[in-house]
């Protein structure tokens, strides 16, 4: 697969048009999507807005940074006139009416969305079991889940079906399949991206991010939709920088051995310890980590809870309840329960407390170091047909929501196979311009 | 036991194991957040379908209507 950079090169020389490069898309969508099924609906003026861009191109106008670039966006992100249905029954089909944020900010700089990833139902899931739509499969290990929930987008680039896509990330769901899936994934810091248009698992950590082939896509297209937006408030009030050139020779890396009791598999331990073990990691202490699930889930279950009640049949297709699989409804149900007024907001109050401890921690670190490095997942994904308690699947997450929690950045990037099945090397960072710096360096060490 | 009670039932225990790991962090629910000591939400006055009600609601709360229909005015309500 050609990186990022290149097509962009191809693109800029003309050797490619930006037709040419849509239609290879979408032949290879139509090729193999039935098997993968990452794909849930495609874009059907994609290669009319190619041509307008190889016009464009032809005319001598400037272009974007995005001109000819195919995009899959997670189908819980709102491009008009798509269907942004979740992966859920409940939205099977909603059309959107507007465009997100990041959609608005792709499109200004002249990127094609070429169609709808597949996902998780409402973003509840770690694996892409979930989707009302069937499952997707991992193209990188077949056999294996390609994780989630951002499943079809991490699916669609190691398939070739895209550039880039856009995934949603609220406890690891551009991470975990990224690294299954063997391609680069990130999470902004929160209030990076405008949440505008993202249709929300739980406000309070949800992110969109990019996830590609190569640091350079996901440093590309975090330039383009980073930024300040008057249509969402959380976002920071700083202009996007130069990810694609970001580079810093001096930078801090430490590894914490609190994260070594959450390994269920010491492979992925050696294996990312020994891909960063030329920097002489130190060292920095994590105390609450490992109560990160247990804070995150009763936080999501609330505002899940409460984000979903506009799904009451009335306006936006069915009610969630009677329409959602068990995993939706486990979190709505569960939401109700821990929010009821007898219980004086213990659970929500409670992992709030905890959740600050953790940020509080992490923000500490990052006095000392500007990198953290750390395994995607505890264990590699699992295979299709194998059956996982709840508690099993959320222990998925273990290394990926204390991002979240703190409201930091981070991202993975391939560092090797174990058994055929690739896995992603986690790196959290104190902001963006330190996580591509690191990245941009490390990501030589990939083994696809 | 049907699926919803079923479902219901494992998100609370899941939730009561959490919140029980959770005080190990000893930190008190009491030293976060706000109370709300009004406007919190009561199942058993809420949790009852309400969309047979919901027209006449939203009838009786506009501050103009036609017959069935909401005559709404940008800055007018």
Known sequence: MVGVKEKISRLSSGTLTARQNIQHFLDTISATNKTVNAVLSL??????????????????????KLAGLGIIVKSNICVEGLIANCASKTLA????TYDADVISRIKAEDGIIIGMANQDEFACGISGETSAFGKTQNPAAPGFVPGGSSSGSAAAVAAGYCDIALGSDTGGSIRNPASHCGVVGIKPSYGRVSRYGLIDLSMSLDQIGPLSTDVYGCALMMEVISGYSSNDPTTQDSHASHYTTAANKN?????SPDFDKLCSDNRILSLVNSAVAAYKPSTVRLE??????QTYYPLVYVEFFSGTRKFDGRRYGLKIEESCGDEVLRRILGGREISKAEHAGKYYRTALAVKQKIADE???????VDVIVLPTTPILPHKFGDKLSVEDSYAYDAYTIPANLAGICAGVVPVG???GVPVGMQVFARDEMTLFSFLNEVSHVSKR | ?????????????????????????KVSSDSYGVKATKQTRHPKKRDADPRAEFKGRMLANASSKDHDYIIAEKKKW
Do not use: C, W
């Open chain 1, 93 to 96: 089909n909603y059309t959107a």
């Open chain 1, 362 to 368: 992490l923000h500490e670190a990052f006095k000392h």
């Open chain 1, 251 to 255: 930078i801090r890396v430490a590894t």
């Open chain 2, 1 to 25: 036991m049907d699926r919803t009670e079923s479902i219901r039932a494992q998100a609370t225990a899941i939730m009561n194991n959490f919140f029980e790991a959770l005080t190990r962090a």
């Open chain 1, 417 to 419: 196979v174990i058994g």
């Open chain 1, 43 to 64: 874009n059907p003026h994609a290669l009319a807005q190619a041509d307008a861009i190889d016009a464009k191109r032809k005319n001598g106008s400037p272009m974007g």
């Open chain 1, 288 to 293: 609450h980590i490992d109560l990160a699930i």
